[in-house]
């Protein structure tokens, strides 16, 4: 386990050293504050319920994001109640404000999978893919602006995967449940 904790910290410091760049800190940072408290995914979810078409896609959104939230930020960030990375690592400098919660699992991690991994499974590919490709820049910022450690990212990730698919098979179920009591009519 102590192995873990250290391959953490050096990558961060790695990140820190070899990645960051002043030129690069702003749009990090500007991609960080998108999952500030799931606000992008759950604006996105809400807007689709609007439309008949794209309703169950925003119904997928919402609840995989909702299961996501239940696990990562009711449960497991009070039960394991990490320690932030910077203020355990000597010479770690985070670039946007102290968060004022535990560290695992990351949050923005886990909504962000959470909500693009349900757009993956419900709406077009063209869709999809771009939503997972802005899940990971997201979860990426995490660890280039300082505030989660690699391992509570990876965490955050699959706990997001793991709620689209509950999301998704619970959604299912319900339609299978729907369409056997409107056949019993």
């Known amino acids: 386990m102590e192995w873990i904790l250290q391959l953490d910290g050096n990558i961060l410091l790695f990140i820190q050293e070899n990645i960051r760049a002043e030129w690069m800190n702003g749009f990090w940072r500007a991609v960080t504050s998108l999952g500030n408290a799931g606000w992008l995914w759950i604006t996105i979810s809400v807007l689709l319920l609007f439309s008949e078409k794209t309703r169950p896609i925003g119904i997928a959104g919402i609840l995989s994001l909702l299961i996501g939230a239940f696990i990562t930020n ?8 990490r320690t932030r990375p910077y203020e355990v690592i000597e010479g770690l400098n985070i670039l946007i404000a102290k968060p004022s919660d535990f560290s695992f699992p990351s949050g923005h991690s886990c909504a962000s999978f959470a909500a693009a991994s349900a757009y993956y499974r419900t709406a077009p590919r063209k869709f999809g893919i771009p939503a997972l490709i802005l899940a990971t820049m997201i979860a990426f910022s995490r660890l280039y602006v300082g505030v989660h450690y690699p391992t509570d990212v990876i ?22 449940k729907r369409q056997q ?3 019993e009519i």
Do not use: E, M, R
Request: net charge positive.
């Open 74 to 81: 009711i449960a497991l960030k009070n039960v394991v109640a």
């Open 155 to 176: 965490a955050g990730i699959l706990i997001g995967l793991f709620s689209a698919w509950a999301a998704a098979t619970i959604l299912k179920n319900i339609k299978k």
């Open 181 to 183: 009591y409107q056949n």
